[in-house]
């Protein structure tokens, strides 16, 4: 599935969640991780920092990259490390474009807040910008990490994105042989009345129904054995978290729009929430972009 992940790393522990977990998908999948940090840009001339300059931050990103390496290769994995300098914004996904990386791993703080290198500003950067699968790790004590995965759970709309979550989790599936759980929750809190008496509810209800029963189909004609479909009510964001959590979830795949904007379902608030809250690692996929 894939031959080449990327993990960046900060040596901090939601990265260490990160590298844990793609190292033992590495293994799994016999695949070669390559593990990246990006320090800071060098210093100009006269400027100061915490480091004695530009040297020490290189050897400080030097003994990180040892030691997630170590880690690696303590699974047996094929290990390639890098040093960069300069944004990681910018860096990250310009090694995985040169090195030709089929995905990248990469943690979260979750809960308890947003950290500057990950959920803040590059992780959600790089989950937006990629052209390539980027999987989510929480690293909280909480989140399930069970490989081979057993359950993979898709929520999905009529969407684009929502299609290509679709594809890579019908993947997924198949790499593991996998149960499949597709999911459509029916958002009712902007209507504000019962879903018993309200005819456009029961209009949302039959769309997302054919959602799920189309999803449910092209899954089992691809060759995936196991196929669940649901559907539930109520906030988008808490409904696939407490799915995820009721099901056992050991992965949730979900779609992004990418460059070309922030979508209400996904990455503008829903993916979002459920990258800090979700009980298992987060597999996001952008959409293709449209001609």
């Known amino acids: 599935m894939y031959d080449r992940i990327l993990v960046p790393t900060d040596g901090g522990g939601p990265a260490t969640a990160a590298l ?3 190292a033992k998908l590495a293994a799994r999948l016999e695949a070669t991780v390559h593990v990246l940090h990006v320090t800071e840009a060098p210093l100009e001339e006269g400027e100061t920092d ?4 530009a040297g020490d931050r290189e050897r400080t990103g030097e003994a990180i990259l040892d030691r997630a390496s170590e880690w690696v290769r303590a699974e047996g994995v094929a290990v390639v ?3 960069r300098s300069g944004d990681p914004l910018e860096e990250i996904p310009d090694y995985a474009r040169e090195e030709g990386i089929d995905a990248i791993v990469m943690g979260t703080h979750g ?3 947003i ?3 990950v959920l803040g500003s590059v992780t959600e950067h790089v989950v937006r910008t990629a052209a390539i699968p980027v999987l989510v790790v929480r690293g909280d004590d909480d989140v399930r990490t069970t490989l081979p995965s057993e359950t993979v759970v898709v929520p999905i709309d009529d969407s684009e994105h929502a299609e290509a979550a679709l594809e890579e989790g019908i993947e ?5 042989d996998a149960t499949l759980h597709v999911l459509s929750v029916v958002d009712v809190s902007p209507i504000g009345l019962e879903p018993q008496v309200d005819l456009r509810v029961n209009r949302l209800e039959e769309g997302a129904q054919r959602v799920i029963d189309d999803a449910a189909e092209r899954a089992t004609a691809r060759g995936v054995d196991d196929v669940v479909s649901s559907m539930s009510f109520g906030s988008i964001h808490r409904g696939i978290t407490s799915y995820a959590v009721d099901n056992d979830a050991d992965l949730l795949v979900m779609g992004t729009h990418g460059r070309s904007g922030l979508d209400r379902y996904l990455l503008g608030s829903v993916t979002e ?3 800090r809250t979700a009980p298992a690692p987060v597999l996001t996929v952008r959409a293709r972009e449209s001609e």
């Open 115 to 117: 950290d500057r290198f």
């Open 81 to 83: 490390d890098a040093v």
């Open 273 to 275: 929430r459920v990258l």
């Open 172 to 176: 997924v599936a198949m790499q593991f």
């Open 50 to 53: 915490e480091l004695d300059g």
């Open 20 to 22: 844990e977990y793609g």
């Open 111 to 113: 809960r308890t807040g």
